[in-house]
């Protein structure tokens, strides 16, 4: 974790500064330079130990791989140890930019034999290298290079290097090891240090450690922060360490994995793999990467190296780097999926050629011949280690190809052809489509379809992307995949060969239940693998997304969903899917089968069916696994299983069981809208799943500022009796709280346990004038309600969301005698709105839901200021038995810009009646949901959104409830 360590310690100082030196670059194995040679020629090769670099160029520039993902905050200087083993004159220096500003220090000579050269650097600010330079005088240069440090003037604190102690350098534990930590103290003179900090589990467990110590300067201390820690799965450290009045603080994450079972592949198993690049590192980093991918019980790599690596030139091949990563990740029995493409410049058209831009020539389309012959001469050398090959990635965006689906489908025939031909066992994907939502970079949405339905038979399986969060995901596949396989008349199977969701914005927790809801999913209609994109983050800037989708760190820290893929893997590899099961609404769930065991996936993607699920079985035993894979045993008695579903997914797995059916819940709530300081009626439907009378104890406990009345109560209850209690609950002003704690117990038997029951939390509408002189009811401007549809997409990661000026919003809702009245103050830095009428969800506007009481569907309302100037509304959806055309009449809209603050206000007034609304339902609550759609140009970019629902347009019951006084 050396260059994260950086960005902890070389932070501007208050206390009296020290000097301080800190590790930089090994010139190792972990290390991945590119090099050049000006005005002659040269060698840079790996020397035992750093690397030897030789030649006779006046100037040599080598370039780190992570010069360019890496600032550090102005750093005093640089010290380079090496050895001259040439005579001739020689010097060495830094070049690199301060704030954007390019610099280059000044040339420290070198002498014959060993040197320690201090580089001074006098730049302030986010420094970032771009190359370290060796300038001779062309006689010759033979230069070891050791290793280099960074120089620092520090507050004391900041002289201290803290970090997980990882020999392996992998942040993965094995149940019971012991965590240790290592502190070193990297000022030039020795330092007292307190270091408080704690660790703390994904689901909150926390272990809290402290150590105090003196160090000599260069000393490290390792000491055990957890000898045994007590759950597996994710957890992150904390801490602070003080010294000298000052103090600094970092973090980490790290995860705890058991072992996993023994696994051995057979034909039509489902297929766990990740994506990954690791033709992108370092040759040690490569290594790092299949030891985590194995450890995490990852069967396939997708990856590739480009085709104009592969054959240089027309008469040259040089399979040398795949050859390493094939063979590599072999070892680890892992199996890689490769790829055909990109285009080669030397058989790219000639009109592109000779272009400057690598993306101009690589997603050209081939010549045929040579196209035929690249095919055919790389799956010939990958046959026996390369089963799986897939032509082309993401056609059907620009960024990736710039052709038409005829142009793809003679790439298609020509490549299925060739490699029937060359190997008949061989599997063909197709090119991995991106998706088939709103993506700006699709130039035909109808590639997909044209490409399955006119060139299905050119391969053997049906790769699909689709980037997204879940719920988007799965309408994707529900609404419009699996009907455009069945329109084109496909007839192979479907791979969900590239998808996940970023957690750019510290969104890691929902990516987390991403995975384990996508991949099961995906895995229940039909698809015969996974691949997780990526194995690990591209980098560290925040608002980057391809810095963000991996299970790992970029310096190989664990993530949250690293610990979900290996749950997945540990439990559902070699499953067999069995179906898909009928809860309440809200809640989706799956049935598996795996070595004679159930295993049922399930989750409330609603969060509000209150109650548990009973499951009858023949079950020998029953736990419950959480995301991180912690087992806690369920009660089995009278045949039935009891437990709660929450918005956490889990899985219940039911021992030896050849059966798992779903009895009705022996409990299901029905909450009124719980404003602060206002009784609100909760109501309980007791059922009595067991085949015996039985009776049923409930006892609600007041806490977090939500207390029920009676707390407590009893009914028996008949085998499929059930009986309506009522409760009376309040919630205090200042609670949070969006569930009441309900202690359950059916005596007689052994079930008892604890629910978190979901209320109905409603936002509190003031009476007002109109002035909105008040706290907003709702303020968007934070990154996990933002939808990017940019970030799947590397050529659009300049569009995606950059913070609160990009897009956020203020929102005001008000009543008046008759009329519902809507009030956005919009923050955008570019408004743009081409549309108008249907289309202005394209551009610039708001996109709201109303929920009517005792009606099913919802009210879809759009609000645009076009460019012109002048509003404009639409009404795209309207509840059963009521009018869309009449209800468009009733909006009174007026917008107001700002161009100066780039502020857009948008007034929209409703006429109750005509949205079928009266005084009485906005008094007792109704639901109300609002996204904000962002389009700074030529594209929606995304939107920001007050809750999931109306993009999907579905999960009306999530939607925000309001109450108005």
């Given at each position: ?89 020689a010097g060495i220096r830094l070049l690199g930019t301060a704030d954007g500003a390019a610099f280059k220090t000044e040339v420290v000579p070198l002498v014959p034999g060993d040197n320690l050269c201090r580089i001074a650097l006098d730049r302030k600010g986010a420094v970032k290298f771009e190359g370290i330079e060796l300038v001779s005088d062309g ?577 028996t209850l008949a085998p499929g009796e059930r009986k309506t209690l009522e409760f009376t609950g309040l919630t205090r002003r200042g609670s949070k709280a969006g569930a009441v704690r309900l202690d359950y117990e059916i005596p007689g038997t052994s079930f008892s346990g604890t629910l978190a029951v979901p209320l109905r939390p409603a936002a509190r ?107 404009d509304s639409f009404v795209w959806e309207s509840p059963s038995g009521l009018d869309a055309k009449a209800a468009a009449k009733a909006i009174t809209l007026t917008t107001h810009r700002d161009e100066a603050g780039r502020r857009t206000a948008y007034r929209a007034r409703l006429k109750l009646d005509a949205f079928g609304l009266d005084d009485r ?45």
């Amino acid at each position: 974790m050396r260059f994260l360590a950086l960005l902890f310690c070389l932070l501007p100082a208050v206390c009296p500064a020290v000097p301080a030196e800190f590790p930089w670059l090994g010139f190792d194995r972990y290390e991945l330079y590119n090099n050049s040679f000006y005005s002659g020629k040269g060698t840079a090769e790996p020397a035992e130990p750093g690397m030897r670099v030789r030649g006779n160029a006046r100037n040599i520039i080598l370039r780190e791989r992570k010069f360019s993902l890496v600032f550090h905050r102005s750093p005093a200087g640089a010290a380079i140890r090496c050895t001259l083993h040439s005579a001739g004159k020689a010097g060495i220096r830094l070049l690199g930019t301060a704030d954007g500003a390019a610099f280059k220090t000044e040339v420290v000579p070198l002498v014959p034999g060993d040197n320690l050269c201090r580089i001074a650097l006098d730049r302030k600010g986010a420094v970032k290298f771009e190359g370290i330079e060796l300038v001779s005088d062309g006689s010759g240069v033979d230069l070891t290079l050791h290793n280099a440090a960074l120089l620092a003037e520090t507050a004391p604190a900041g002289a201290f290097e803290v970090g997980l102690d990882l020999p392996a350098r992998l942040a993965l534990f094995s149940p019971g090891d012991p965590v240790r930590v290592r502190v070193t103290n990297r000022a030039d003179r020795p330092l007292p240090f307190v270091l408080e900090g704690k660790l703390t589990a994904f689901y909150g467990t926390s272990l809290p450690f402290r150590r105090e110590q003196t160090l000599a300067p260069g000393e490290s201390a390792v000491f055990d922060v957890a000898e045994k820690l007590p759950l597996n799965g994710h957890w992150t450290i904390d801490w602070t360490i003080r010294s000298g009045g000052d103090s600094q603080g970092g973090k980490a994450g790290f995860a705890v994995l058991p072992e996993l079972p023994p696994y051995r592949p057979r034909k039509g198993d489902f297929a766990f793999g990740v994506c990954s690049h690791p033709n992108r590192w370092a040759a040690g980093e490569q290594e790092l990467e299949a030891q985590a991918a194995a450890r995490l019980g990852v069967r396939y790599l997708r990856s590739g190296v480009d085709w104009s690596q592969i054959q240089p030139t027309a008469e040259r091949f040089d399979f040398d780097r795949f050859d390493r990563i094939v063979d590599l990740f072999g070892r680890y029995g892992i199996e890689v999926q490769g790829m055909f493409g990109f285009c080669a410049r030397w058989a790219a058209p000639e009109e592109t050629r000779n272009a400057p831009s690598y993306h101009a020539w690589s997603r050209a389309k081939p010549e045929l011949e040579a196209w035929k012959r690249y095919v055919e001469t790389t799956a010939r050398h990958f046959r026996g280690r390369i089963r799986i090959w897939e032509i082309w990635n993401e056609p059907d965006l620009y960024a990736f190809s710039h052709f038409g689906v005829e142009d793809y489908l003679d790439l298609a025939k020509a490549a299925s052809e060739t490699i029937r031909r060359t190997d008949p066992e061989l599997v063909i994907f197709t090119g991995g489509f991106a998706g088939l939502g709103s993506h700006p970079g699709r130039r035909d949405p109808d590639f997909q379809f044209k490409a399955m339905r006119d060139g299905w038979k050119f391969f053997d399986v049906h790769a699909y992307h689709g980037h997204a969060n879940y719920a988007t995901y799965a309408r994707q596949i529900d609404e419009r995949l699996l009907p455009l396989r069945e329109k084109a008349g496909v007839q192979i199977p479907w791979y969900a060969n590239e998808t996940a969701v970023s957690a750019i914005g510290g969104t890691e927790r929902e990516q987390a239940a991403a995975l384990f809801k996508k991949l099961l999913f995906s895995w229940s209609r039909g698809a015969v693998g996974y691949n997780w994109y990526d194995l690990r983050n591209d980098g560290y800037a925040p608002n980057d997304p391809e810095h963000h989708f991996g299970l790992l760190t970029t310096d190989f820290q664990a993530k949250p969903v690293l610990s979900v893929y290996h749950m997945l893997a540990r439990y559902f590899r070699g499953a067999k899917y069995i179906g898909e099961l009928e809860l309440p609404e809200g809640c989706d769930g799956f049935v598996f089968e795996n070595g004679g065991d159930r295993l049922l996936a399930v989750w409330n993607e609603a969060n509000r069916a209150g109650g548990i699920i009973a499951v009858s079985t023949d079950a020998a035993g029953a736990e419950r696994i959480d995301m991180m894979g912690n087992a806690t045993p369920l009660t089995l008695s009278d045949g039935a299983v009891l437990t709660g579903i929450t918005a956490e997914p889990m899985v219940i797995r039911l021992v030896k069981a050849a059966r798992s059916e779903l009895r009705e819940p022996p409990f299901t709530f029905t909450a009124g809208a719980a404003v602060p300081e206002q009784p609100f009626r909760l109501a309980a439907t007791v059922a009595n799943p067991l085949a015996r009378r039985a009776e049923f104890k409930l006892r609600f406990v007041p806490e977090n500022g939500v207390a029920v009345t009676p707390g407590e109560a009893a009914v028996t209850l008949a085998p499929g009796e059930r009986k309506t209690l009522e409760f009376t609950g309040l919630t205090r002003r200042g609670s949070k709280a969006g569930a009441v704690r309900l202690d359950y117990e059916i005596p007689g038997t052994s079930f008892s346990g604890t629910l978190a029951v979901p209320l109905r939390p409603a936002a509190r509408i003031p009476a007002g004038d109109g002035k909105y002189r008040r706290k907003p009811d709702f303020v968007l401007d934070r990154p996990e309600q933002v939808v990017s549809f940019c970030e799947g997409d590397p050529s659009l990661r300049d569009l995606v969301w950059q913070g609160k000026d990009d897009l956020s919003a203020a929102i005001f809702l008000r009543r008046e005698p008759g009329v519902l009245e809507l009030y956005t103050a919009v923050s955008d830095d570019v408004h743009v709105q081409k549309e108008q009428g249907t289309g202005i969800w394209k551009g610039d506007g708001i996109q709201f839901a109303l929920v009517v009481p005792g009606r099913s569907g919802a009210w879809k309302i759009g609000l645009a200021r076009l460019d012109n100037g002048r509003p404009d509304s639409f009404v795209w959806e309207s509840p059963s038995g009521l009018d869309a055309k009449a209800a468009a009449k009733a909006i009174t809209l007026t917008t107001h810009r700002d161009e100066a603050g780039r502020r857009t206000a948008y007034r929209a007034r409703l006429k109750l009646d005509a949205f079928g609304l009266d005084d009485r339902m906005l008094t007792e609550g109704i639901r109300f949901n609002l996204l904000i759609n962002d389009n700074d140009g030529n594209l929606r970019e995304g939107f920001i959104q007050l809750a999931p629902g109306v993009s999907e347009w579905k999960n009306f019951e999530r939607f925000p409830l309001v109450v108005f006084d």
